[in-house]
């Protein structure tokens, strides 16, 4: 084994400048794990460090190798490492949590208060290569393809929401038809709502990918969202509204299309304050806001486990592209078109 | 409309003794319907009344027509009813609860006080005509099968079980394939679990049809069964247990194969008292077990009409045997030989 | 018993224009109940009817007898009704729903989407006699006080909350001390939690009951109520937030001390929609946002009967001005004033 | 600081055998730390062992140093330890858990599947000193007493099971008034339930205590508890049950004295299998047996913290002898005696 590896890395604090070349190879602590990556994916949030937007100049300190999405093998464990070995086939927790904080110590660790998150505060997958600390791995089935487990970390996301919202026999609307949002439309079909309304934004593509997931019905954000859902749902509205868009607008249709005594999950980040009226909206109708973020840890990971075993659930569709690290450019421009579903590097070639 | 019907009535306190007959069609008042019955479906209980075992000898009054699972249309309504009307095709919660007790008013009518049962405390289903309280009545998709429709109380069991066990994701054993347990492998295998691992005894007819509901492994009840439940499941157990058997056997595998911290979900009924081993098997495992009985008034029927409008489930093989009312006795000695799914009555011909 | 019976009557759609007169007495239905009103309580919508602001003008047909907070005795009731009986020591939710929308089926009775107010859409308790449905009724405990029982309809709202929020053992601020703030005060004390910290503005009366109902520490909310909340939780924030103050800078508030993972049950009205920063106030910290309104239907009642009968909360010092049904215009202004806690009628002199 | 440390030691596989005497003081890896022992109760585990009863001969191998409940101070901590430091009060969660198994990852921790305890898989407290994973340490309020901060592993226990009743405004009925029971009752009370009834078999001392600790009433368990019980309950049943007595009578009342849909929460172990009537007394009333056994890690250590910072709770009644660790056997002998409450250990005299 070689001491250096390929990998693409944020060298400057300035949008662009990642240059894909070749680095020392990471070393691992006692309690963590070397992981031979094959093959990694692109969350929007990689886009916005590339980009160098205001989020990134405050939280990211090039040098960075990015990526937080994969799936690998086990290369090396620390000494102190038994929960998984060599040859383990993996994929990661993105969220490292400290372990030692209320909310880590009552099983709310997705909300640690020193929450380090890998390709951001520390270097991730867009190498051959990564280090972890082990207990952020999870072991993958042997069946699951490549391109499923790289995009668990996100796919946890939408678990986590489609979990909260208790979806059996219910009706579903989903607002926002992004990666998480598509693959949210894929989970809640799993779990046999009364159907699944769908609602994009002038997005064709993702609408066609939308209706290969198994979304009953695909609606356009217009002035007449709100109608349409409503008809469907024989003037009632829906039980639970899942919110990925991060779309003010997407959020007031949300508000009305769903019941009395209903529930809205919100996963998609508004880029501005939004306003909202809580008195007649949420308080007088009795409906509760949820705000999700990450995966429990890792309850998540077990009921996105099991759920993919059922197999009611063809995730392939969902990614639209595949590209080797050199092109790292390329398929971060992919991602900013909106013109595709997951985005993937083919690390080991 | 004819002041008469044809209706079947066990007219003496004795075994068999049941009538295919015309009688007078029942009168309502002003809060009932009167509804047109054109299809029921033979419960376990109604053997057990046909058989005039010791618990009919306290319960049952003859004469009654029994029956407390049908679909049918509604014919006419009493003055303050405005829930349902004349053309509705419905079908009925077979418990009438008293509304009033702490039970009732707490949303807990399914262990109302002061329980009154169709076909068991007034006269039921298994005649032209029916008369019930207009609350007890729900309406069904216009789109859903008559031989769905009408087993739609004993699927409401098997909901209450499956939703109670919230599925997605996990592995779940059910023991016992009687009708109700059937109905279980087909509406979990819906909801994405990681398995569906499916239990009976000496019963090759009953374990087809699991087969055909979508069990991933059917499994005999035997000196094997627990070895290879945790086999199946990498020696850790499963999630969840449904127990539909009644069989002190199986509830004893059940707490052998069941994950510490896990669920049984207890609504097969037991012949006589049941010894078990609660300090090791229950309480240090951190072991809970769920007696459940009726449905939930009337969120499992929302529930129930959601998922069976997903169509992720065909129970139409369920259905295996259908008689006129005049075959009565055939038709119940079909449900005596366990050599069946459900059974029903076509009583509109 | 005398035909006609002393009312205050809002008797124009006007500001004011209510007077206190003889009126014929309410007749019942077969499902209805006639009581005799002992005292009843001043809720903060009865000063907007009075005022005719403009939800009034919208959802008020005078004449009117307002009043939805009471309790008195049973003196009649209709050919139906088994729930109640003559002499019976009563008390009313104010909300009478349909029963028949699938919010009521399912256990959600408080968002009944036809929902009928007493007092408010059909003539309520400011006289001598209120007709009120007889499933509407709960009987008291003959201990109970009657200036607690006549405040139990604002006391449930409180109830609600605090059951919302678990309480034992949590670090709770509550926001907003009018007089349903100062009941979840008294309610929340009396669950044992970590500490109770109330929050007001502006208003000493009020935050001297809010001493004597139990709060741990009282805060003026103004720039330093953020750090003074952090500080008492040792930085942590608190648990739970309750919000009744319907004051937007409190809500911001809110969400600068509540935990990760934590909740903000929300039951005051805010007069205008909100601006929140939903992205990183709720969404990257986890928090639920619960809208709350009316009392669960019966279980709130139940709830609160049992926790009034241990006796762990003393409410007779929230009662703090009783006037005879004639001072009707003056009782209004002192709750106007706001320099008071509930304001009672002592109906029957 | 010395070498050596007096401690109690089980010398011998053998009855009695334990020696208070002069051995070396444990040394700490990098993840632990060494905690000075001011004071530490006895558990009745303690005594089996001392007993060397057949559960003691299956799991412990002498030299065995007991104890796992205490409370001290940190004398030194491991390279690696960040959550405590030297100085700080502490106690310990008796059960370490491995972290690793699929119930620790998802937030059952109490039910490992890896589980060692304090005291008897290792050494335990009944020490000058003892040696712990510093994860296991809890933090205590500077103004906690020692005497309960030492007591805080059972009242763990009872906590666990408190809260998963959901005690306020409920009937509670509370059988077995051991350490455990006791604390339970007073648990219970802070909570404020509409009433507490406590029921013990033959123990005056005892129900001295219950009635110190709060109850409400205090019954005898014999033929007529039952009947007491509902009458105490208007006829209805108390909501739920904790059951601590381990006694198969008290079990059999509990199922007659509890609501239909209520719940039983079991944590007193039987020394045989028990027979029950699970048809008529937990599926056809729709009972809940929860199985109960550690403490939540760490979430109930939070909230019995939280529950003990509001002072409702007087737990010094239940402690009602103290003994120098020189007389090891006179206390066991008291803990036998059951003419106690806690017995506890002054270590540091």
Known sequence: MADTMRAAVKTKPAPGSTDVKRV????IGRTEALVRVKIASICGTDLHIFDWDEWSQHRIRPPLIQGHEMAGEVERVGDEVTSVAQGDYVSFEGHIACGQC????????????NLRILGIDRDGAFAEYVAVPATNLVKNDPSLPLEVATIQDPLGNATQVVMNANVPGKSIAIFGLGPIGLMAVGLAKALSPAQVIAVEYKNEYRKRLAKKLGADVILESDATTVDR???????????????????PPALQQALKVVRPGGGIHLLGLYSNPVTLNLSDDVIMRGITLYGITGRRMFQTWYQMGG???SQHM???PLVTHRFPLDEY?????TVRSRQCGKVVFDVEA
Chains 1, 2, 3, 4 share one sequence.
């Open 24 to 27: 020392p190879r990471p070393t």
């Open 102 to 113: 209320y909310e880590c110590r009552t099983g709310q660790a997705h909300v640690c208060r």
């Open 229 to 247: 859902i409503l008809e469907l749902t024989g003037g009632e509205g829906v039980n639970d509204v899942l919110e990925f868009s991060g779309a």
């Open 307 to 309: 759920i993919l075993k």
């Open 314 to 316: 063809n995730l392939k």
């Open 329 to 333: 450019e390329k398929a971060l421009e």
